[in-house]
C-alpha cells in the first residue's frame, strides 16, 4: 500500500502530465486557427511558400537544426486541407521518414 506521500507525489506527476498535454493540444489548436483565419490567397500562397521549402531547401536538409525545422514544416503542411495526395507523398517518403 503506498503512502500518503507516494500517492501526493503520484497524483502531481499525473496532473504535471496532463497540464503539459493541455497546452501542448491548445497551443496546435492555435497554429491551426491562424491558418484557418487566413485570406484564401494568403492561404493558398502560405502553402505554395511552404511547399516550395519542403521541395527545395528540405529536400537534403543535413544539418541537425535545419532537418528539425523541415520536420516541423512538413507535419504542418499535412494539417492544412490544401495537401492534397502528391503533398502527402512528398512529406512522407522524402521528408518525415529520413528524419527518423
Not at 500500500?1 to 497546452?23: C, D, H, P, Y
Not at 491548445?26 to 491562424?34: L, P, Y
Not at 528540405?58 to 502528391?86: K, N, T
Request: with cysteine; proline share 2%.
Amino acid at each position: 500500500m503506498k503512502s500518503a506521500g507516494e500517492r501526493m507525489t503520484t497524483w502531481l506527476v499525473g496532473a504535471v502530465i496532463l497540464v503539459f498535454f493541455g497546452l501542448w493540444v491548445w497551443q496546435s489548436g492555435r497554429e491551426d486557427q491562424a491558418v484557418r483565419s487566413l485570406a484564401p490567397t494568403e492561404r493558398a500562397a502560405f502553402y505554395e511558400r511552404t511547399l516550395v521549402t519542403l521541395r527545395t531547401t528540405c529536400a537534403d536538409a543535413r544539418e541537425p537544426d535545419l532537418g528539425e525545422y523541415c520536420r516541423q514544416q512538413a507535419e504542418f503542411i499535412l494539417r492544412m486541407s490544401e495537401c492534397d495526395d502528391a503533398c502527402h507523398e512528398l512529406v512522407r517518403t522524402r521528408l518525415l521518414q529520413r528524419s527518423r
